[in-house]
Structure formats: C-alpha cells, structure tokens
C-alpha cells in the first residue's frame, strides 16, 4: 500500500510539473518578408512577351515583389530564349536576377551563364536582356567560349543565341585564327 502511495505521488507530482510549465513555443522577431517586399512567391514562371509573342520563359526559386508591384527581385533563376518561330536559341541561369512588369526587361546577376542552342557559352557578372529588342547585353566584363576560341571584353550586345555580336570594349580573341578582309 505504501508504494502505491508513493508511485501516486510520484506521478501527481510529475504532472504538476508539467503543468506548471507555461512556455508556450519560441517566437521568432523575424518578418516573412525580406525588406519591405510587398509579395514573396516560390517556384514560379515568368512569360516574357513583345507583341504576344513568347520571348523567353524564366523560371525562380523565390520572387520577392517591390514598387507597388512593378519590380520583381529573382533568386535562382533559369531563362529560356526563343526565336519568333518558338524554337528555343538559348538558355540563361544566375544567382540572382530583376524583372520590371512596366518594361518587360529583365536583368541577370551573379554568375551569369547563357549557352546558345549550338554550345557557345557566354559568362559574365551582369547582364541585361530586352524582350522588345531580342536583346542581351551588358556593360561588364564577359568571357565568350566557342569550341577553341575564346573572345572576352568589356560590354556587348548580342541577340540572345550570339550569332550577331558587338563588344564594346577591350576585345581579344584566342584560338582558331581569324581573317578580317580588306576593304
């Protein structure tokens, strides 16, 4: 009789205890959203037109939306170029990127990758890409690599497949031997 006395007690005290307790769960002084965001998505697709024709399709990690809506903030982010006739001509990845929904631009940072549909491969810290133009261009420094030969410089603009390519600036070229011809 004693020990069950003794277990019982043992028992109401446990659950007095636990009763006792009343930290409820941690809290956190942390907002969901980064900044002064206005909207965070995840996993989303962008559709990038000029005139109803798809341009390019992005593809992001996380959206973070900001000036009443008018200027998207990508992380992870994916590009897929297309020519008028909807074949893909090239594909652009980046740690980071912008979208303007006002201008239908989008600008590319961090790592920077484009490799056209035949294998060149561009690399380059920024750049910036205008759907009404089918144009990516910047203003940084880029490594362009085709098979042998790799050209880099300071700034370009090209069409997104960079097979009509103007640098800007600082221009060399490595590998395979070019003829210029006489004027």
């Known amino acids: 009789m004693r020990a069950l006395l003794f277990a ?3 028992i109401l005290t446990g659950v007095s205890a636990a009763c006792a307790d009343t930290q409820g769960p941690p809290v956190t002084n942390e907002t969901l959203l980064p ?3 206005e909207q965070m998505a995840f996993g989303i697709t962008l ?3 000029d005139a109803g024709v798809r341009k390019a399709v992005v593809a ?3 959206l973070l939306m900001y000036d009443d809506n008018t200027r998207e903030e990508l992380k992870k982010v994916t590009a897929r170029f297309y020519t008028p006739a909807g074949e893909q001509q090239a594909v652009l990845t980046s740690v980071e ?6 201008l239908g631009s989008m600008e590319a940072r961090g790592n920077v990758l484009v490799v056209s549909s035949d294998g060149k491969k561009l690399e380059t810290p920024q750049l910036k890409y205008d759907p009404s133009r089918n144009e990516i261009s910047s203003d940084s420094a880029f490594t362009l690599t085709e098979g042998e030969q790799v050209t880099k410089g300071i700034g370009f603009v090209s069409n997104p497949d960079m097979t009509n ?3 800007l600036a600082a221009a060399s070229r490595t590998g395979t031997q070019v003829k210029i011809p006489k004027r």
Not at 97 to 102: D, E, L, N, Q, Y
């Open 8 to 10: 019982s007690c043992v």
């Open 60 to 62: 992001s990690d996380t």
């Open 35 to 37: 900044d002064s965001a």
């Open 47 to 49: 559709i990038l037109t």
């Open 165 to 167: 390519m103007r640098i």
């Open 97 to 102: 990127g912008s979208h303007s929904t006002r």
